[in-house]
């Protein structure tokens, strides 16, 4: 995953360079009018139905067993400061066609920014072209399971107030006045602060059928506060809790960035007077703003089935969780207080959308269920390779609707969907947790993160550590990260928060892939308890 | 085959676009990229495509007011339309007391870094290259081969109101193999890069993938802590490339970078590596064959990060170059670092006890104050007892600084185009060995 200080260090050189042609991401200018607020259900645009028609027509023709065309849209809307100066404003907007043909069981793909019915056709030939071309390399043939057809679908996800209707002006003043916020506390020097919108129109059409069109629009503001140390000797960067979520510009009014801006600069400014942590064991009371990630690494990428059956050994890496005979309804991954849930319908979460770009509508599913793992993430391509375990269980062989591509010109693969920590039965909050913990360290704010290429061996940080000692916060640390072997820190789960606790954390770039293509998810959890987790001090001498 | 868009039309689009734009200030950035690619994982072929591609972003500046807007439809209604939007919101922008008038015409180091193999290289090239793993993957029936082969031919090309024009293409070929084995306790991984398709050997790649997993099956655990280690070129770059996320002189002017120097400023000019270690960006280097220019367009030559251990320059941008009475270095768009003559194996007969790593995986930053990161070995670690390489051993997780392991260097060895960066580019390290390194975990991850 791209994490959020990679993203600031991106905007940084992308700022710093203006205009750096290779560092701008793909995309945008806001062409587009901006939509009216609580819009109705998207219709699709005439000219792009008959252009997709168009393309899978051309694939059939030319061969295909099976084809799908993709037309969309991606707009990303940026405004950048640092204290009390703009630096930059960025409208990026990518519109273009991918096609994707499976012949005699081997995928083509062709991507083409020509829309003409000509343009769109030729790529659909090239697609399949491709996959005829691959045909002398293949083994066992690629087949999908069926799905039922969607011929007239439409989508849009939950937002009321839609970014784009907002000016610069109002976008920057708010950046602005937020930063002078955190600047107020001792020793903070910087500030830098950022809104990124994205909208993504998307359309689909397959042989199977299916014509599906859908909107999604996210909202995601940063601010990271640095405080530096009279003498020079020490620097502390805190960044603020702020999910990037699947909402519009109403989640910006209701997070209230001037007063989480306050607060996130006078912790920086605490760090830099916090006490280094001793090295050692500790229980550990984790945040849902640091736990999201912690889940996104050691859960979320463990049960893509792609990766345990080896189609992204080559970069993102396998699983632990292989093979999945040997796993399915037999490997305990926590305690019975744990169930995980994946799902792309929670209101407001990143991967939630109505049908994905298999054309699948997804429905929610446990991938753990009082501990034990039950299910893992597929596509069309992937669900039949289950089908031993779905039969065995009474349950039908179909997708999990965890199909995605980036965009028009990136072919879609299993992807991630929101994954979840739920809420345990009693309705404890994170108080409730602290009280309860003799000797720990509670961590608020997601930080370092990294993990091996098999989820087995993870060391997480965090944006602020707080010692607990007898029920109660004594005291901040810094320079902790806790290190992890995901079995025995899961079993090591031995208290979780209630449903009035559960929040939503996530990233808008998760890479996977190759070529490599991010996705945005989102990860919801309750306040958890941890046994007896090592953690190290992470200061060291320049 | 030539470049997706050729010189003359890149020029022809941006002064058209420049004689639309109304502002006081328009500078102009087009990209245009045609590329291929075919992977495979587990024995099977998987996805394939082609893209082609075209971006146009045009940042418009009203005094110190400026926007960028991006699109990629390159008509011309499109492009007025863009600029039109990139001028509206310029005007409604805040004041950046930063901001830069552009610069005038400029002259640019001539790099060759197009080759017409890459730019021919058809899908059922890529698909013939990936059967040189996927055929004798499968016959040896005890190992599954994972690649991913990729070409590109690629425009960048940037202008501005002050008649500045600037126009690079090139190709990339870049083949990544892993091969795994069957009873999932050997994973090797080996890759080739070049601006030229026919240079990569892929056969060659093949053979030593297979070689490398099966040579690493039934590692063995060995206690963590510091060892002496001798880094393939990858592993050297994993660690070294980061430091270019912390190379802005601004940053340790305002005392946030590892290059802070207490009493004010940086440490520009004081030795803060082993006297052996030089780090320079050269687009023109035949190694390299990088964008002679920065997003600005400011002309890039052969620059001098480190030299014999000294900090000599961090990046200054125009504004920072200006603000404190300095010259302005322009981004870089390559790194290398100087090898030395000795060769792995001479390394490897010198070591009484040390570690052999082939790459490391997911390295994020832990400590901005020392540029700390952690991360792991991955797909062959080997231990070198008494100048012999004895036998695989378990992954490692490390936390350690590019910075502090290049103080600990004991030798240098020959260079390499790297083909497996996190953030791809030109790139090129030595082989080196180091002492120390600082391991922290085991990992069972094979």
Redesign the interface.
């Known amino acids: 995953m791209t994490?959020r200080?990679d993203f600031i260090?991106t905007a940084?050189?992308l700022t710093?360079?203006?205009?750096?042609?290779?560092?701008?991401p793909?995309?945008?200018?806001?062409?587009f009018g901006a939509m009216p607020t609580s819009a109705p259900l998207p219709e699709m645009d005439a000219a792009v139905k008959e252009l997709l028609l168009e393309a899978i027509q051309a694939a059939k023709q030319a061969g295909a067993s099976f084809a799908d065309a993709r037309i969309s849209r991606f707009m990303q809307n940026f405004v950048f400061t640092r204290e009390q100066?703009?630096?930059?404003?960025?409208?990026?907007?990518?519109?273009?066609c991918?096609v994707r043909a499976l012949v005699d069981g081997?995928?083509?793909?062709?991507?083409?920014?020509?829309m003409t019915k000509e343009g769109v056709a030729k790529a659909a030939k090239?697609?399949v072209?491709?996959?005829k071309?691959?045909r002398?390399?293949?083994?066992?043939a690629i087949t999908l399971v069926p799905t039922d057809s969607h011929p007239n679908a439409s989508w849009r996800s939950d937002f009321t107030i839609d970014p784009w209707t907002i000016?610069?002006?109002d976008k920057?003043?708010l950046l602005?006045k937020a930063n002078a916020e955190a600047l107020k506390a001792p020793n903070v020097?910087?500030v830098f602060s950022a809104l990124f919108f994205v909208k993504d129109e998307r359309n689909y059409a397959s042989t199977d059928g299916s014509v599906i069109n859908q909107l999604a629009v996210k909202s995601w503001p940063i601010i990271q506060a640095?405080a530096?140390s009279n003498?020079?000797?020490?620097?502390q960067?805190r960044s603020s809790p702020t999910a990037p979520m699947g909402r519009g510009w109403e989640y910006i009014i209701e997070l209230d960035l001037p007063t989480v801006a306050r607060t996130t600069g006078e912790e920086a400014s605490q760090k830099l007077s916090a006490k280094p942590v001793d090295v050692g064991r500790y229980d550990l009371v984790l945040h849902p703003t640091n736990l999201w990630l912690t889940i996104h690494e050691s859960i979320g990428h463990a049960t893509e089935l792609d990766r345990a059956?080896?189609?992204?050994?080559?970069?993102a890496?396998?699983s632990?969780l292989?093979p999945p005979e040997k796993m399915l309804g037999a490997f305990k991954y926590g305690p019975e207080i744990m169930n995980i849930q994946a799902d792309r319908s929670q209101k407001g979460a990143l991967s939630t959308i109505g049908y994905d770009d298999d054309g699948v509508k997804p429905e929610d599913f446990m991938l753990v269920k009082n501990g034990i793992l039950r299910d893992y993430q597929t596509t069309r391509e992937q669900a039949g390779m289950l089908k031993w375990w779905y039969d065995k269980n009474k349950m039908p062989t179909k997708s999990r609707g965890c199909c995605y591509a980036q965009g028009w010109?990136n072919?879609q693969?299993q992807r991630m969907p929101n994954v979840s920590l739920m809420p345990g039965e009693r309705d404890l909050k994170w108080d409730d947790l602290i009280a309860a913990t003799d000797r720990g360290i509670a961590i608020l704010g997601d930080g370092?993160?990294?993990?091996?290429?098999?989820?087995?061996?993870g060391?997480f940080?965090g944006q602020v550590f707080h010692e607990i000692k007898g029920g109660k916060i004594v005291g901040m640390l810094k320079?902790v990260?806790y290190?992890i072997?995901t079995p025995d820190f899961w079993n090591g789960l031995d208290m979780i928060g209630g449903k009035s606790s559960y929040e939503i954390g996530g990233s808008f770039f998760d890479g996977k892939g190759?070529?490599g293509q991010s996705n945005s998810v989102s990860h919801g959890a309750v306040p958890a308890r941890f046994r007896n987790v090592?953690v190290?001090n992470?200061?060291?001498?320049? | 085959m030539s470049a997706p868009m050729s010189r003359d039309d890149a020029q022809r689009i941006i002064e058209r676009a420049i004689k639309m734009s109304q502002a006081d200030g328009c500078?102009?950035?087009?990209?245009a990229n045609v590329?291929g690619?075919?992977?495979?994982?587990?024995?099977?072929?998987?996805?394939?495509?082609?893209?082609?591609?075209?971006?146009f972003?045009v940042?418009s500046a009203f005094g110190p007011k400026?926007?960028?807007?991006?699109?990629?439809?390159l008509s011309d209604a499109?492009i007025r339309?863009?600029i039109e939007?990139?001028e509206k919101?310029?005007k409604?922008?805040?004041?950046?007391?930063?901001a830069m008038p552009s610069l005038g015409p400029q002259t640019y180091v001539p790099v060759n870094a197009y080759h017409e193999a890459t730019a021919a290289c058809?899908?059922?090239d890529r698909?013939?290259a990936?059967?040189t793993a996927?055929e004798p993957a499968?016959k040896a029936g005890n190992v599954?081969a994972?690649?991913?082969i990729?070409t590109g031919n690629n425009v960048?090309?940037?202008g501005n109101k002050q008649g500045l024009f600037a126009y690079f293409s090139n190709t990339t070929a870049n083949y990544?193999?892993?091969v795994?084995t069957a009873d999932?306790t050997g994973?090797g991984?080996v890759a080739a890069d070049d601006h030229d398709w026919s240079k990569l050997d892929y056969k060659s790649v093949s053979e030593r993938a297979v070689d490398r997993a099966q040579r690493s099956r039934g590692a063995v655990a060995i206690e963590p802590g510091r060892y002496t280690v001798i880094l393939e070129p990858q592993a050297v770059g994993d660690l070294v490339e980061l430091l270019i996320?912390y190379i802005?002189a601004r940053s340790a002017d305002?005392?946030?970078s590892?290059f802070?120097?207490?009493?004010?400023g940086s440490k520009i000019g004081e030795k803060i590596m082993d006297s052996r270690v030089n780090i320079i960006s050269d687009p023109a280097d035949p190694q390299l064959g990088g964008?002679p220019f920065?997003?600005?367009g400011f002309p890039l030559g052969r620059q001098s990060w480190i030299e014999n251990g000294v900090l000599k320059q961090l990046f200054y941008?125009r504004f920072w170059a200006k603000k404190q009475s300095k010259v302005a270095t322009g981004?870089p768009?390559t790194v290398k670092m100087l090898g030395g003559t000795t060769t792995t194996e001479q390394m490897i007969a010198n070591t009484e006890r040390g570690l052999l790593v082939t790459r490391l995986?997911?390295?994020?930053?832990?400590?901005?104050?020392?540029a700390?990161y952690?991360?792991?070995t991955?797909d062959g670690v080997f231990l070198i007892e008494n100048g012999k390489v004895k036998n695989a051993v378990r992954?490692f997780?490390f936390?350690e600084?590019p910075?502090?392991m290049l103080n600990n260097i004991e030798a240098l060895g020959p260079t390499q185009r790297l083909a497996g960066t996190e953030n791809g580019g030109d790139i090129v390290m030595p082989v080196i060995k180091a002492r120390d390194f600082n391991f922290?975990?085991?990992?069972?991850?094979?």
């Open positions: 994490h200080r260090k940084g050189a710093a360079a203006a205009l750096a042609a290779t560092a701008i793909r995309q945008a200018s806001a062409l100066q703009i630096q930059n404003t960025v409208d990026t907007e990518t519109f273009g991918g081997t995928w083509g793909f062709a991507a083409t920014q020509k090239t697609a072209a491709i996959a071309a691959n002398i390399a293949r083994d066992t000016s610069v002006e920057a003043a602005l020097k910087f640095t530096v003498d020079r000797t020490d620097f960067n059956l080896g189609y992204e050994a080559n970069y890496g396998t632990f292989a010109n072919v693969f370092s993160f990294s993990i091996d290429q098999q989820r087995f061996n060391q940080g320079d990260a290190q072997r190759q070529p090592n190290i992470t200061g060291r001498k320049a | 500078e102009v950035s087009l990209n590329t690619n075919t992977r495979f994982a587990a024995n099977q072929m998987s996805t394939a495509g082609e893209i082609e591609g075209s971006t972003a940042q400026h926007a960028v807007v991006t699109t990629d439809d499109s339309r863009a939007q990139s919101l310029a409604l922008s805040p004041d950046d007391p930063e058809s899908p059922a698909a013939r990936a059967l996927l499968r599954s994972s690649g991913f990729v960048s090309a940037f990544t193999l892993t795994r999932g994973s991984w996320g802005a305002e005392g946030r590892p802070v120097k207490p009493e004010g964008q920065d997003g600005e941008s981004f768009t995986w997911y390295l994020r930053e832990v400590d901005p104050r020392t700390l952690t991360g792991l991955r992954n997780r936390n600084s910075i502090f922290t975990s085991l990992s069972e991850a094979v």
